[in-house]
């Protein structure tokens, strides 16, 4: 049976908690390493939430720009200067939240709570070039003794809204990467698929589909829209005998696809 493009959505009461726990995190934050009661400067939601594409709490990506001393302090220290930098930034959290489960993994802190909310924290710099910010940022990767990697999640996000505006796909992007997360948790959990790699192959594949839009007469097509995702999936990847090179929205950086493709290609079949 195949399963046709529906909405999802997270619930408003559930979107409320969120909004309320991000600004305390923003806050908790803020006086550790700004000096700061705000609870909204220096963080942005990013990530599947970010993108709005997430279908559910588990999880939720904030990026947090640090001042850049702390970059310069952590940097010059021996060892493991991004593990350090993670630590530091529990220890902010913990101030707030010192019952809660909170560690750092990798690249991130994460936050758990009982009620099965998860926010993950990336803590962040600008990057600077001789001109200035140049939009993107450095963030810290744990592994292999401790490095820095970039991001530019924001162009990522304004690559989405713009796609999916009404004069564009009219919302049908998001549904889309929403009802492939949906078949992903449903009946593929097991799998490891990305929201990254989700978004990014809908975005880049999507075409000239859309919702219909007020006043519009439906248009007839030889194929339906599921079946328009399944094929550019199998042109893209030789009916899934390779795996693609594939860029995210906007920002153009390589996703890794090497782990998802495979099940992608599961739920596009099963779309159909």
């Known amino acids: 049976m195949s399963i046709k493009v529906t909405k999802h959505s997270i619930d408003k009461e ?3 908690v969120i909004s309320g726990r991000y600004k305390r995190i923003t806050r908790a934050i ?9 609870e909204t400067e220096h963080s942005m939601y990013v990530g599947s939430y970010g993108r709005g594409t997430a279908i559910n709490t588990s999880d939720l990506d904030v990026l947090f720009i640090l001042p850049e001393s702390e970059y310069n302090h952590f940097n010059s220290l021996n060892g493991n200067g991004p593990s350090r930098l993670l630590q530091a930034v529990k220890d902010a959290l913990l101030a707030t939240y010192p019952l809660t489960k909170i560690k750092g993994d990798g690249q991130i802190v994460s936050v758990d709570f009982s009620d099965g909310i998860r926010f993950e924290i990336l803590p962040a710099f600008k990057r600077m070039s001789l001109w200035g910010w140049d939009g993107t940022y450095i963030y810290p990767d744990t592994h292999m003794g401790g490095n820095w990697l970039s991001t530019n999640p924001r162009a990522e996000i304004d690559a989405m809204n713009k796609k999916d505006a009404e004069n564009s796909t009219n919302k049908l992007l998001t549904a889309t990467c929403q009802h492939i997360r949906y078949i992903r948790d449903k009946y593929f959990s097991s799998y490891h698929l990305s929201g990254i790699l989700i978004d990014s192959f809908v975005y880049n594949h999507i075409g000239g589909w859309h919702f219909t839009r007020q ?14 995702l ?3 999936y199998n042109r893209v990847s030789f009916n899934g005998l390779i795996t693609p090179n594939i860029l995210a929205p906007g920002s153009g950086m390589p996703v890794d696809a090497s782990k998802g493709w495979e099940v992608l290609g599961k739920i596009l079949r099963k779309m159909v």
């Open 14 to 16: 559930t979107r409320s």
């Open 30 to 38: 803020n006086r550790s390493f700004w000096n700061s009661e705000s």
């Open 215 to 228: 006043g519009e007469d439906a248009t007839r097509s030889i194929n339906t829209f599921e079946e328009h």
């Open 230 to 232: 399944l094929n550019e």
